[in-house]
Structure formats: C-alpha cells, structure tokens
C-alpha cells in the first residue's frame, strides 16, 4: 500500500520565480492538506482540499495557491518566491473532513531553498 | 486561536529511562489529537492518534494519555533506546465552529537524544 508521495524531492529557486510542488495521497484518501516547516518549527497549515475544492485556508498569502484533480493528486504553487520561502513542505492525505477517524499521513516533503 | 505547546523543548537521557513529553493545547474542542516523530530533514510519522472521546492509546512502548478538559496530552515512552532519538510533534485537530475542522495545529516539538 503505497503512501503520501511528494515531488520533487528538493528544490532551489532564486527570488520572484514561481514553484510547483506534487503530492499523491494514500490509496483510499481523498482530501489532501498542505503544511510549510521553517527550519525548527512545527509544521504550519497551509490549505486543505477535497473534492477538488479549496475547503479551509490557513493564514497565508494568494501567493500560495492549489489545485486538486480528479484522482484525488494535489498541486501546491508559489507565486514570487521570497526569501522567506525556504521551507520543507509537507503535504497530507486523510479521508473525507466530516469523517470522526481521520488520521492524516505525511509524505516526505519538499525541501525549497529560495536564493 | 487554536495554541499547542510542548515541554520541554529538548530532552537528552541515557539508554532505557522512561520519559514523558507534555503538550498542552489552549482550545478544549478539539476532534482528535495525533503524536508524530520526525527524523532530521524527513517527513512526519504518526505514532499515536487519540480521539477527543478517548483517555489514552497505546502502541508497543508508545503510551498517549488525553485530558481534554484541562487541554494537556502527554506521551510515555518506556525503556527508550538510541534509535528514539528525533523530533517529537504534538498537534490537534480542533472542532470550534467548524473553522478548524480539518487543519491539524503543532507544537513545535520536543528533540529527543538518547545516548547509548
């Protein structure tokens, strides 16, 4: 049973430049989340889709938008990268949000170096 | 807004000591709490998930107790070896109004070293 994969694996961009990150869930998931880690901090939410929908945004800027398509895979896109940027990006799959079990999975993340 | 926090911030002990990680949350309402353990640079695994109806779950050394009212969860780790040695993440799924329903809130983790 495969679970969460993310590409690419690491990634480096240089400041103004736009990015996109991947994300297949767990066989069986159907809503995906996306969380940014700075270096020594907890994983922070970024938005969660389901049912091809933005469902539920954390406090981040429109630079930070989304997709996800029909087999459930997600994109994360970052718009004029900024230094600040630099982060390991994880993303999440769970069953559907009204679900009373819902255990989310972490991929391996993206590490994005912005230079 | 949804708080988490864990204490202590770092942790070292010798080989097979038991140990408690605290996390302590500011909103009671919350659906579930999960445990995760992160290696350096990797991403999180899930250690324990505790429903908001349940006092504690248990996995091989692994011991979650829950107390929702007083916002606190603690994670007992027995006879610990090297191989414990990561991150360890609190975080909690809140229910309040909906506007929390699936997002999950972090502390920023207790750093485990266990020295041979």
């Known amino acids: 049973d495969a679970g969460v994969t993310q590409s690419p694996t690491h990634l480096i961009k240089t400041r103004g430049q736009q990015v996109t990150l991947r994300c297949s869930p767990k066989?069986?998931?159907?809503?995906v989340s996306w969380y940014q880690q700075a270096l020594g901090q907890g994983p922070q939410f970024i938005f969660q889709y389901y049912e091809e929908e933005e469902r539920q945004r954390g406090n981040f800027p429109d630079r930070f938008s989304g997709h996800q398509f029909p087999n459930y895979s997600s994109e994360l896109n970052v718009n004029a990268l900024l230094l600040g940027d630099s982060a390991l990006y994880l993303c999440?799959?769970?069953?559907?949000?009204?679900?009373?079990?819902?255990?989310?999975?972490f991929g391996p993340g993206t590490r994005l170096t912005v230079l | 807004k949804q708080e988490v926090t864990q204490i202590p911030a770092a942790l070292s002990v010798p080989e097979g000591e038991n140990l408690v990680l605290n996390c302590s949350f500011t909103d009671s309402a919350i659906y579930n709490l999960q445990w995760f353990r992160q290696d350096p640079g990797k991403g999180l695994t899930s250690l324990l998930l505790?429903?908001?109806?349940?006092r504690e779950q248990t996995s091989g050394r692994l011991n979650a107790s829950l107390d929702k009212s007083s916002g606190r969860s603690t994670l007992y780790i027995a006879a610990s070896q090297p191989g414990d040695s990561a991150t360890y993440l609190c975080?909690?799924?809140?229910?309040?109004?909906?506007?929390?329903?699936?997002?999950?809130?972090f502390g920023q983790g207790t750093i485990l070293t266990v020295h041979p």
């Open positions: 975080a909690v799924r809140g229910g309040a109004g909906g506007t929390s329903y699936g997002k999950l809130t």
């Open positions: 505790i429903q908001s109806s349940q």
């Open positions: 066989s069986g998931h159907d809503t």
């Open positions: 999440a799959s769970s069953l559907v949000p009204g679900s009373s079990y819902n255990e989310q999975f």
